[in-house]
């Protein structure tokens, strides 16, 4: 008897990571409206605080589904692949940062880190950890 | 690590997306797993050679 037919599409990974990308939007939008806010004298050191906090909710409700993503819908082969991507990108970020932070210690001219660089980064470097093993096992 | 799985699938006219179903995963891991790109877990190995009523060694032999 044949099973029946069925086709695992890429199509949760990527809403998920369009949904990762959103939040870490949230998350610098908070950032930007914190800053604009504190020049403005709007808000007060309270709801600055508060709206700092607010704009990083996304993100943590994106790990929770993401863990549960991770340990319960995925096969072991693409479990895999999103590991070694989250791998990737803690291997280059890491030493990266160090450097750029020892650099900036010890005087030297090092490209200023904004929010959005440090957040996008790490995002950007999991998508490119994806890619190379996904093209490995293809 | 090479196998069989691509001459056993066929001999039984299935498709990848249906031994990828029999299997509960996706058919890319079994296109994969086909071409030699990716060795299963122990699990997986045991689940592919009770779907086939082979042993692991009949479908899957070292380099």
Redesign the interface.
């Given at each position: 008897m044949k099973p029946e037919t069925y086709e695992v599409s890429a199509g949760p990974g990527s809403q998920l990571y369009g949904l990762y990308v959103a939040a870490i939007a949230t998350a610098l939008g908070g950032n930007l409206l914190v800053r604009i806010a504190e020049r403005a004298g709007w808000l007060g050191p309270a709801g600055r605080v508060g709206l700092a906090a607010v704009a990083v909710v996304p993100l943590i409700a994106g790990a929770v589904v993401f863990w549960r993503w991770l340990r319960r819908d995925l096969d072991e082969m693409v479990q895999r692949i999103v590991l070694e991507g989250l791998a990737f990108a803690f291997i280059i970020y890491l030493p990266i940062a160090a450097l750029l932070v020892n650099l900036r210690t010890a005087g030297a001219w090092v490209p200023r880190l904004d929010p959005a660089d440090m957040l996008l980064s790490p995002a950007l470097l999991v998508a490119i950890g994806i890619v190379l093993a996904w093209r490995r096992v293809q | 690590m090479t196998n069989r799985l691509s001459e056993l699938r066929s001999s039984?006219?299935?498709?990848q997306?249906?031994?990828?179903?029999?299997l509960?995963?996706?058919?890319?891991?079994v296109?994969?797993l086909e071409r030699g790109?990716?060795d299963?877990?122990l699990p997986?190995a045991f689940r592919i050679a009770r779907l086939f009523g082979r042993s692991i060694e009949d479908i899957f032999s070292p380099d």
């Open positions: - | 039984r006219g299935w498709s997306g249906e031994l990828a179903a029999a509960e995963v996706s058919r890319q891991t296109n994969a790109k990716y299963p877990s997986l």
